[in-house]
């Protein structure tokens, strides 16, 4: 993949390349987004954008819409959105049986799972410019003797160089072969389907590029790839993930999205605005300014980006009712709204006394304990009970740690 | 696999393993060849001992020869031979496209050929004891599903640990996720068969050591990996290989046997006695020694040697008469029988000038150019003409090189 200078499109689909690219991590290969519009605006027909989706997820949240809004983008300009329904590898499950978060699904409950899933898509997307394909219709024929031949334009090389792979390899970790096939079986989906375009997280991007491969070994133009950054989740450390816990669902109500977006580390507040909301650069940039001064502007960036957020999937007015609805249930714990962030000490549980400690909170682990007798510790305005020295991390990382009415921390990480 | 103590045998089982294990490379695991046997007594059966065949050979050689000798020792203690086809691998063809020796096969070609192969099996095997299975019966009729589930087992380390491919990862050269996928093939009809033991060259060992990985998958008992020596060539360089030239079929005519084996070079007159004959290990010993010592003693050994190989696949008379034929052909061409060996320089082709030079035949490359023109150059007794200054590797490498009629040199290597 040669970098190449793009070539010169009409004013009309300049336009189009520069909003779709906005906010892209990268686009392989360079210029390749300009050429698919324009060849799309030769033969007069809409792109095929593709989008695998995974059909164990159950609930869309604010992190899976970051690249859904971008396909929304390309469906705007008159183009396709295939999404494939990953339900072979659904069904075949996960053979190694190390991972938790994909487990094996009939075919019925694959099927039951993706139509909720899809539905939940329509919350972003354009119903009218849909295709959904569901992998089992291609990859479910296939022989042995059909893989041995289509493998044959993968090198283990190339394969390897996809970064959880490398990173694996090079510590000895375990790859099974199967792992090594799942690129090609994703790849093979964009033949199948005719993929101009693959959208996917930057987690995707080597999957996507096998793709091309296998396209160019059909005689097919290969297509061009995507990739769009990840955002991280409500601890600000992981990515946000349905199975980590950390996650805004789209589909929760307005309050509880609010409340959960105001618990996100100061340091993410520009991150969030500018992949899960629909704020311009300038109001970005100037909440980020706000979010980097700290103290109470730090809190009001926060506020207005939760806001953002519920109002793209409630609307403004429930936007405003869940801001009010959080500002009273905080006063009515007499919770204070602007504290400063407190790191949580490392390890699963953590152990209380150290918490309060680092936090500033106490002087010493023997005045923690102290104050826990006392019942005069709170997390998130509920008091916590003597026994409760140890808690599991989970409870603890974003919420609101307190002694007395005074003293009180948000504990992130 | 841990090395563990053989099991302790009664006096005619370990006899038995004594004679299955000589001449072996490996035994892996330790002391599974000896489990193995006991399991057989034990059973009331005989064990299933694998071989693959490869459908695209039609001609048998003496280095082929190797581990089919040693396939028919167990049959000789009752045991069954059990050869697999590789029909599958055979119509699928090298999608690679890059190695010339492996074509892509009809189903029929594949069986004509493997009969007329597996009839010359016949020489050396009991018939009476063979099974023939084909390997397209079981991975024919797989799916994608079945290879994504089996393929779980394997771990990418443990298949770039074979190595061909760890040579080849280390050098940055493409290793096709195809290639990888053949060691599993092979280790799935070590499942199918119900392969006790594995047979092969010491090339063979990673691919036979996936058997084990795939039974134990199915909860089958693991079979043991024997591997055996790879005999070289007649140039006494590369491996014995049909696509090479460098080979004795077992099926050519006993003076031609003969007249090939009076080529290899002195250094590989003990380890043909050892791979190629059934001359004793005492014998062995022997003619090894006076090999080594050079001159007419080593050309004595080879003679031996070559009688001993002809003796095996044409019997005594044959071996006497071939031996006979060849000294009256000599005498008739005025060739010296024992000369000694020159190296033939790099390259190919290679300057027959450079090449007189080298092996002191001549003064000078002036010299050698008058001897050619004067027609007193003779390769192998016949001589050659004035214009052939470059000529094939092939058609010196092992060859009697002769100026006149006093001076001439074995070319080597």
Redesign the interface.
């Known amino acids: 993949m040669t970098a190449k200078t793009a070539p010169v499109l009409p004013p009309e689909l300049a336009e189009q390349a520069a909003v779709l690219a906005a906010g892209t991590e990268q686009i392989l290969p360079a210029g390749g987004l300009e050429e698919k519009l324009l060849l799309a605006r030769e033969e007069g027909r809409p792109l095929r954008v593709k989008l695998g989706i995974d059909p164990s997820a159950d609930e869309l949240h604010i992190g899976n819409a970051v690249v859904l809004r971008k396909l929304r983008q390309f469906q705007d300009y008159g183009h396709l959105a295939v999404l494939i329904v990953g339900d072979?590898?659904g069904?075949?499950g996960d053979?190694?049986g190390k991972s938790a978060t994909r487990k094996q699904l009939s075919r019925e409950q694959t099927a039951a799972n993706s139509a909720t899933y899809v539905e939940q898509l329509m919350c972003i997307l354009d119903r009218d410019r849909v295709e959904i394909r569901r992998n089992a219709d291609w990859?479910?024929?296939?022989?042995?003797?059909?893989?041995?031949?289509e493998?044959?334009?993968?090198?283990?090389?190339q394969?390897?160089e996809r970064d959880d792979f490398a990173n694996r390899?090079a510590a000895?970790q375990?790859?099974?072969?199967?792992?090594?096939?799942y690129p090609?079986?994703q790849g093979y989906d964009s033949y199948a389907i005719d993929a101009d375009i693959e959208l996917g997280g930057t987690d995707q991007t080597y999957n996507n590029l096998v793709g091309r491969n296998i396209q160019r070994a059909h005689g097919k133009a290969p297509q061009v790839v995507l990739t769009l950054p990840l955002l991280e989740g409500l601890d600000g450390v992981e990515k946000m993930s349905k199975s980590l816990g950390n996650y805004v669902a789209i589909t929760e109500p307005a309050a509880e999205q609010f409340g959960k977006l105001m618990s996100i580390p100061d340091a993410l507040v520009a991150r969030y605005a500018t992949l899960a909301t629909d704020l311009t650069p300038d109001e970005i940039a100037e909440l980020a300014a706000r979010a980097s001064a700290g103290g109470p502007a730090a809190g009001a960036a926060k506020r207005a980006v939760a806001a953002a957020v519920v109002r793209l999937y409630h609307g403004a007015d429930a936007a405003r009712a869940a801001e009010a609805r959080f500002d009273a249930t905080f006063r009515n714990r007499e919770l204070p709204t602007d504290v400063p962030d407190a790191a949580l000490p490392a390890g699963d549980p953590v152990h209380l006394p150290a918490v309060l400690t680092a936090a500033g909170l106490v002087a010493s682990t023997s005045e923690a304990r102290r104050q826990l007798r006392a019942g005069a510790v709170k997390i998130d305005g509920a008091r916590i009970g003597d026994g409760a020295l140890d808690l599991p991390r989970a409870e603890l990382a974003g919420k609101v740690l307190q002694v007395g009415k005074r003293k009180a921390a948000r504990l992130v990480g």
């Open positions: 072979f590898t069904q075949v053979p190694t990859l479910g024929p296939m022989t042995l003797a059909d893989v041995v031949r493998t044959s334009v993968l090198t283990v090389a394969l390897l390899f000895r375990a790859i099974s072969l199967t792992e090594l096939l090609f079986l």
